[in-house]
Nanobody
Framework: QVQLVESGGGSVQPGGSLRLSCAAAGFTLDTYAIGWFRQAPGTEPEGVSTISTTESTTYADFVDGRFTISRDNAQNTAYLRMDSLKPDDSAVYFC????????????????RGQGTQVTVSS
């Protein structure tokens, strides 16, 4: 069964950190660009970060150096390390893949996960 499964979300105080994981099953990640996206209630999904097959990375402006995306093809898993979290970062975070990075960034996912909730609150 082909799926992406996110984990690592939770509730943290402002300034805290989380590391999200995106594990692939039923296919291998090595030929896919990977992206992390987030969606807060009542809003459209927005891109957070992407990593290409050659490990080139992009980040949304709001990340401002606080997050780090990575991939481990041997583990068939991608990660998003999030530091200095703010209340505005609260959302469901999900990962998605596509063979073409441009396609991924336009939201045309080949596969996507269900997401993991991140809540930042004091």
């Amino acid at each position: 069964q082909v799926q992406l499964v996110e984990s690592g979300g939770g509730s943290v105080q402002p300034g805290g950190s989380l590391r999200l994981s995106c594990a692939a099953a039923g296919f291998t990640l090595d030929t896919y660009a990977i992206g992390w996206f987030r969606q807060a209630p009542g809003t459209e999904p927005e891109g957070v970060s992407t990593i290409s097959t050659t490990e080139s990375t992009t980040y949304a402006d709001f990340v401002d150096g606080r997050f780090t995306i990575s991939r481990d093809n041997a583990q068939n898993t991608a990660y998003l390390r999030m530091d200095s979290l703010k209340p505005d970062d609260s959302a469901v975070y999900f990962c998605a893949v596509a063979h073409d990075l441009d396609v991924l960034e336009r939201g045309a996912f080949t596969y996507r996960g269900q997401g993991t909730q991140v809540t930042v609150s004091s």
